[in-house]
């Protein structure tokens, strides 16, 4: 398996990858949602954990450009929000 984490974060994105090696997931990093598109427009993954509130292109952005080109890609999508009709609000544009 091969996961994208699409976090700004750098110490938030590598204790991610950190986690999914120990269960033996090879996992690449991007810190912006334009290094993410560009990793998935050359790369096969299997699922993407995307921040929502990242820079260049929004998470929910990325998010929908997987979903119309590579729909066999799962999303795990990670979110600071903390009302849920925010959350639900902003993922379903």
């Known amino acids: 398996m091969r996961v994208l984490i699409v976090e700004d974060e750098r110490v938030m994105a590598e204790a991610v990858r950190d986690g999914l090696r120990l269960e033996a997931i090879a996992a690449d990093i991007t810190h ?3 290094a ?3 990793a998935l427009s050359v790369n096969d993954y299997d699922a993407i954990v995307l921040d929502r509130d990242i820079p260049r292109v ?3 952005d990325v998010a929908r450009w997987v979903t119309q080109h590579q729909p066999a890609t799962r999303n795990i999508m990670v979110t600071a929000a903390d009302r849920l009709d925010d959350k639900a609000t902003r993922a379903g544009r």
Do not use: N, Y
Request: net charge negative; hydrophobic share 20%; glycine share 22%.
């Open 36 to 38: 993410a598109l560009e």
């Open 32 to 34: 912006d949602g334009e």
């Open 58 to 60: 929004t998470g929910d």
